[in-house]
């Protein structure tokens, strides 16, 4: 059973940084893709980053709206994905979710696992 346990959420004042955490059983990251999403009230799950795992390497990519501030990372040693966020603003206050599919982390349609999420906020 695949199991993802969310950490690292609170508040932070503008500029700030953040460093999320997800905890992972029952996968192997090389097997499946993992992203993070966000959510606000009233709106839609939004995708923020994925990351594809392999033996030679991986390949993460990143919506325009967090490129350049959210780095995500995987720790396969420590079945653990990460997401470092920097310069964020109060745009950027949502639950966070980590995720995991076997075939697509992109679309909020294709994803089947998800965590209970964390709570992010940014104050101005």
């Known amino acids: 059973e695949v199991q993802l346990v969310e950490s690292g959420g609170g508040s932070v004042q503008a500029g700030g940084s953040l460093r999320l955490s997800c905890a992972t059983s029952?996968?192997?990251?090389?097997?499946?893709?993992m992203a993070w999403f966000r959510q606000t009230p009233g709106k839609e799950r939004e995708w923020v980053s994925t990351?594809?795992?392999?033996?030679?390497?991986?390949?993460?990519t990143s919506a325009d709206s967090v490129n350049g501030r959210f780095t995500i990372s995987a720790d396969s040693a420590k079945n653990t994905l990460y997401l470092a966020m920097s310069s964020l603003t109060p745009e950027d206050t949502a639950m966070y979710y980590c995720?995991?599919?076997?075939?697509?982390?992109?679309?909020?349609?294709?994803?089947?696992?998800w965590g209970q999420g964390t709570q992010v906020t940014v104050s101005s």
């Open positions: 995720a995991a599919d076997r075939w697509s982390c992109n679309s909020v349609s294709y994803v089947k696992y």
């Open positions: 990351i594809e795992v392999s033996p030679i390497g991986s390949t993460a």
């Open positions: 029952g996968l192997f990251f090389s097997s499946y893709c």
